[in-house]
């Protein structure tokens, strides 16, 4: 008979709750649960269940009808919130560049450099939580390494970065048959088994096995730091992957700002994350960047660090890198900024051959999907890379975005992210691909660097949208310069091919439509002495007399300027027909409609 409460260990020191479960509680409310023996030998069928539950079943036969269940954790993922709190922190970025916009760019990307990279403390308190790890689990494996790895040892890693940790286990001094298991049950009971012996130790007792993951890991939050770890006993290739982004980190000073420029940027405009989804990961956005520094030999490509060096294999991968700078291929120096650089990420990916082509940071240049799935005409490190390459197993190249792993060279790291994740993607690009523009020649006066980091890049595209606004609001004209609307007076005189003054004055409603027939011909315009008000509204001014560099300086001067005739002086007028209050409105519906849409890439 079953009775409802809370499942309580057998192993616990606990006498409170050992006095409690000696009986069996009557209140439904009640924090027993309580099984008969029979109902446990039928429940032994059940997955997932203690190791000696068997053993913990018969031990009770004599004893009486009735077991207090020993407690199993739930082995489930954390909640999604908890997987994206490394996505919330803003440190600060929006206020301290808002501060210092008018500061030189490069300097604003020092500064916001330092607002986001990990601090020493850190790196000291992490290190702290990877001894305490490694203290706990030689109990059992005295032989045991842990080796951290990802964004916070590689040098990439903002303040709110988890910690990742690859533990080598060795051998088990308590259970010389662990390994014998090991190959029995696979990955998930190692992992287990490390998971219940972290769980002894106070400051590990969140841990949790997250077994059905690609590689099965152990997730928990250190209690003394509030660091979150990730746990991995399976494979060392995360660790290898850390050593090639921190060697690419020592070879150019210009990489590290970069790459965290475009995280950040990336996590603000939602193109990257944590935790399942269609959108990329950071490991696939620091493999793009390598891909683009590669091809303007600022990196060298994987496949010269691994030329001339003894292989070093892990699950069947070379992993091998030459980091003597020295024996390394020469190339060019390649001198742009940081701004600069960042520029052409942006206009290189917005221009890249996504459906025809593969980002391959082994070769550092473009590899045909065709090719990739026969296996054809390949370059001949992949030809000759072990399970990959003619008649072996292919990268999977059916996905919107294909991102080869450098090493593991069947592994698409790309492969989650979705058509809209893409396509969302290249907009934000082109975006920011326009701000950097607008802040390098200095047109736009309005653009600064902080409004490419804040979400949806709201207010650089509130700039965008305010050079039109719908006829409904204000009236607009014409200039030589092209379309403008009511507040734009005093800039007007600067536009290229444009003689307009700015002491003119604007229509009321040169919107409204004059039927042909009754236009004449048209009103003299004429200059008033200095400091007299202006009457003339230029109601019946044409389009054409606003023309730019098509006219000479002489005849645009007889027809557009005002400033040096006499008052009595007449102005020619030509009779064109009168562009529509419709033709404009469609003008400026069309340009509102390709600044949130930019045309298709051919």
Not at 212 to 233: F, G, H, Q, Y
Not at 312 to 321: H, M, S, T
Not at 349 to 362: K, Q, R
């Amino acid at each position: 008979m079953e009775k409802a409460g809370k499942i309580i260990n057998i192993e616990s020191d606990d006498d409170s709750d050992k006095e409690v479960a000696s009986k069996p509680s009557e209140n439904k409310s009640s924090s027993v649960l309580v099984y008969e023996r029979d109902l446990l030998l039928k429940l032994s069928v059940v997955k997932d269940l203690p190791e000696n539950f068997e053993e913990l079943v018969e031990r009770c036969r004599e004893d009486g009808s009735e077991i207090i269940f020993p407690c199993i954790p739930r082995e489930e993922e954390p909640e999604d919130e908890d997987d994206h709190d490394e996505y919330t922190s803003d440190f600060g970025v929006l206020e301290v560049l808002g501060h210092m916009e008018d500061a030189n760019l490069e300097d604003q990307i020092v500064k916001f450099q330092k607002l986001v990279e990990m601090t020493q403390e850190q790196l000291e308190a992490m290190k702290d939580v990877s001894d305490a790890l490694e203290k706990v689990l030689k109990s059992e494996f005295p032989d045991c390494k842990a080796f951290p790895f990802g964004s916070s040892a590689s040098g990439l890693g903002f303040r709110d970065c988890d910690l990742d940790i690859h533990v080598e286990l060795g051998v088990n001094a308590k259970d010389e048959s662990f390994y014998v298991k090991v190959g029995m049950w696979g990955d998930k009971f190692r992992t287990r088994k490390v998971c219940d012996i972290l769980r002894r130790a106070e400051r590990f007792k969140s841990a949790v096995p997250v077994v059905n993951a690609r590689t099965p890991i152990i997730r928990l939050k250190e209690r003394m730091t509030s660091i979150k770890c990730d746990i991995n006993v399976v494979s060392s290739m995360g660790v290898k992957n850390t050593e090639y982004l921190a060697f690419c980190n020592e070879q150019d000073t210009r990489f590290l700002p970069l790459v965290s420029i475009l995280k950040y940027f990336c996590r603000m405009q939602e193109i990257t994350s944590s935790g399942r989804g269609d959108h990329l990961n950071s490991y696939t956005l620091v493999l793009m960047v390598i891909f683009f520094l590669q091809s303007k030999e600022i990196l060298h490509s994987v496949e010269a660090l691994q030329k001339g060096v003894e292989e070093e294999e892990v699950d069947g991968w070379n992993f091998a890198l030459n980091r003597d700078k020295s024996q390394l291929p020469h190339m060019k120096h390649n001198k742009s900024s940081v701004s600069r650089l960042l520029l052409q990420f942006f206009k290189f990916y917005i221009d890249f051959p996504y459906d025809s082509h593969v980002i391959c940071p082994l070769v550092g240049q473009f590899v045909k999907r065709y090719n990739m799935k026969q296996g054809i005409f390949l370059p001949s490190v992949l030809e000759s890379a072990p399970f990959f390459g003619r008649k072996r197993e292919k990268l999977e190249v059916t996905k919107v975005l294909v991102v080869q792993d450098p090493f593991e060279l069947t592994r698409n790291v790309g492969q989650a992210v979705s058509r809209n994740r893409l396509d969302h993607m290249l907009k934000e690009f082109s975006t920011a691909d326009r701000l950097l523009s607008d802040l390098k020649t200095g047109e736009n006066k309005k653009a600064k660097f902080w409004m490419m980091f804040e979400p949806g890049l709201c207010t650089y595209r509130d700039i965008l949208a305010s050079m039109f606004v719908p006829i409904c609001e204000e009236p607009l004209r014409f200039t030589g310069g092209g379309l403008h609307y009511r507040g734009q007076e005093e800039n007007v005189s600067e536009l290229p091919g444009n003689e307009y003054q700015a002491g003119d004055q604007l229509d009321d409603n040169p919107l409204e439509e004059t039927p042909h027939s009754e236009q004449g011909e048209a009103k003299p315009v004429t200059d008033l002495k200095e400091g007299a008000k202006t009457e003339d509204k230029h109601k019946d001014r044409s389009l054409d007399m606003f023309k730019g560099s098509d006219e000479s300086p002489d005849e645009e001067r007889s027809c557009v300027s005002v400033s040096s005739r006499s008052p009595s002086a007449q102005v020619p007028a030509p009779h064109p027909r009168p562009r529509s209050a419709l033709e404009v409105a469609r003008q400026v519906l069309f340009h509102q409609q390709s600044l949130r849409f930019p045309p298709p890439r051919l």
